[in-house]
């Protein structure tokens, strides 16, 4: 879900982008404001994902309003202005609509600003993902493990077993599962079972008493079988 704020000085306007909107499944908006004044206020009190701004009002104009932000939402620009438009996409705008719209010309500006809001995410939990790499000491040696690469990992009494896309053998380390998990990104991973932590991205396939890994079956207990419903509601 992305939250979304109006910024237009014309009421017309408004309600009929907060018609729109409203039309649209995957926004929801967070607040229609009159002036850039306001929206600034906005920003500051509520998290915003994507503006839909005007660029003729008063006092500040939408080009300088977004000029003045210093890490900016995506902004799809709302305009009655063609001349506008060279500046605006200067300014990375993610769409920029001309003034009269129909519905369809919105829901293709919202479907644009939705694959770049997935691409921004994809890339922050990538980056996320990448900070956590560690090492592991094996038979003397330290092997470092890319979190990314992580299938899943198998407790065995004082050791674990990692499992990795790049080899075909697991990783074999002193260390308890609850000491890696600590190691691990938050809400990357699940216990499915008491000896085993699994890779939620790496899932393929949910069934009663186990996850599947493409053809590898990793079991699931009554015990952890909760982590499992978490996933399928955040899908």
């Given at each position: 879900?992305m939250?979304?704020?109006?910024v237009d000085?014309?009421?017309l306007?408004?309600?009929?982008?907060?018609d729109n909107l409203?039309q649209?499944?995957?926004?929801?908006?967070?607040?229609s404001c009159?002036?850039?004044?306001?929206a600034?206020k906005?920003?500051?009190?509520?998290?915003v994902?994507?503006?839909?701004?005007?660029i003729?009002?008063?006092?500040?104009?939408?080009?300088?309003?977004l000029q003045?932000?210093d890490?900016p939402?995506?902004?799809i620009?709302?305009t009655?202005?063609?001349?506008?438009?060279?500046?605006s996409?200067?300014?990375?705008?993610?769409d920029?609509?001309?003034?009269?719209?129909?519905?369809?010309?919105v829901?293709?500006a919202?479907n644009?600003?939705?694959?770049?809001?997935r691409?921004?995410?994809a890339?922050?939990?990538s980056?996320?993902?990448?900070?956590?790499?560690?090492f592991v000491?094996v038979e003397y040696?330290?092997?470092?493990?890319?979190v990314?690469?992580?299938?899943y990992i198998e407790?065995?009494?004082d050791?674990?077993?990692?499992?990795?896309?790049?080899?075909t053998?697991?990783v074999?380390?002193r260390?308890?599962?609850?000491?890696i998990e600590?190691?691990?990104?938050?809400?990357a991973?699940i216990?499915?079972?008491?000896s085993?932590l699994?890779?939620i991205?790496?899932?393929t396939?949910?069934?009663?008493?186990?996850v599947c890994?493409?053809?590898?079956?990793?079991?699931?207990?009554?015990?952890?079988?909760?982590?499992i419903?978490?996933v399928l509601k955040?899908?």
């Open positions: 879900m939250r979304c704020i109006i000085d014309e009421p306007v408004r309600e009929l982008l907060e409203s649209v499944p995957f926004l929801e908006l967070v607040k009159k002036t850039a004044l306001e600034l906005t920003l500051q009190e509520e998290q994902d994507l503006i839909f701004l005007d003729q009002m008063p006092r500040l104009n939408g080009l300088q309003f003045s932000l890490h939402p995506l902004v620009i709302v009655a202005y063609e001349e506008y438009a060279v500046e996409f200067n300014l990375q705008v993610a920029y609509i001309l003034k009269p719209f129909g519905f369809d010309r829901l293709k919202c644009r600003a939705a694959e770049l809001f691409m921004k995410n890339v922050v939990s980056e996320t993902v990448k900070s956590h790499d560690f000491n040696t330290l092997v470092k493990i890319i990314a690469d992580i299938e407790g065995v009494k050791y674990i077993k990692i499992y990795l896309s790049s080899r053998k697991p074999l380390t260390l308890s599962l609850k000491a600590a190691k691990l990104p938050v809400g991973f216990r499915t079972h008491k085993f699994v890779a991205s790496r899932i396939t949910i069934k009663r008493s186990f890994i493409g053809t590898k079956e990793i079991p699931v207990s009554e015990t952890f079988r909760e982590n419903n978490k955040a899908d």
